[in-house]
């Protein structure tokens, strides 16, 4: 049993078709930033790209993409933004889209103290499943997956330290395009696959009860 996860499409579709395995996965978890300040036909097109090879589609929106963006896949039962909901028996799978703020004023920016309160928040409602799989937009800061260009580390402390106290299984997460890498805090894996026009993307597996992930590329 697997899934295939990537982020940051930015409309960009064109390496769908070449990412080994995609049409077999259980779902495919689109970690945020499915358009550029799309609209609700941007992300139409995004997502029917997607479903002509699989339509078990599992989404949120990055701080690229609009309120009209967040309403079409609510629309389209596919939502995972603050939201947790069940792959298979035992594994959970929970969201919180947008980003803190950037440089650039994007439409789906809010304060570090919301993105920490979302996280706590939603949290709270996954239960007792076995293995859990966080989708945060926003990496966690200080890691190989928040490195700007120039060294920087500009990723949220609070995404941090939700991860170093929770400890869930996985983490996937994306923003920023340059940090397609893979850390781990405490016993916690955490991918960025970078953009998804690069080829970045992540392969989950679970056999026999254990959850794996493998960054990896077209």
Request: include cysteine; glycine fraction near 12%.
């Amino acid at each position: 049993m697997y899934w295939i996860a990537f982020g940051d499409v930015h409309e960009s579709t064109s390496v769908l078709g070449s990412i080994p395995g995609l049409s077999g996965a259980e779902a495919v978890i689109i970690t945020g930033d499915i358009t550029n300040r799309g609209s609700r036909d941007a992300v139409d097109r995004v997502i029917r790209a997607v479903a002509g090879i699989n339509p078990r589609i599992l989404a949120q929106p990055g701080n690229m993409d609009t309120d009209a963006v967040q309403a079409y896949l609510c629309e389209q039962d596919m939502d995972i933004h603050l939201k947790v909901r069940e792959l298979t028996s035992g594994i959970g799978i929970m969201g919180v889209g947008l980003s803190t703020p950037t440089p650039f004023g994007t439409p789906g920016e809010v304060p570090d103290a919301t993105i920490g309160k979302w996280l706590d928040e939603t949290f709270a409602k996954a239960g007792s499943f076995d293995k859990l799989i966080v989708v945060v937009h926003e990496p966690p800061h200080g890691t190989n997956v928040d490195i700007l260009g120039d060294g920087e580390h500009v990723g949220s402390p609070l995404v941090r330290a939700f991860i170093e106290r929770v400890q869930p299984d996985l983490v996937l997460t994306g923003h920023i395009h340059e940090s397609r890498a893979m850390d781990m805090l405490g016993r916690t894996r955490v991918i960025n696959p970078g953009m998804l026009a690069g080829g970045g993307f992540v392969r989950i597996e679970y056999t026999d009860g254990n959850l794996s992930a493998e960054l990896m590329s077209v």
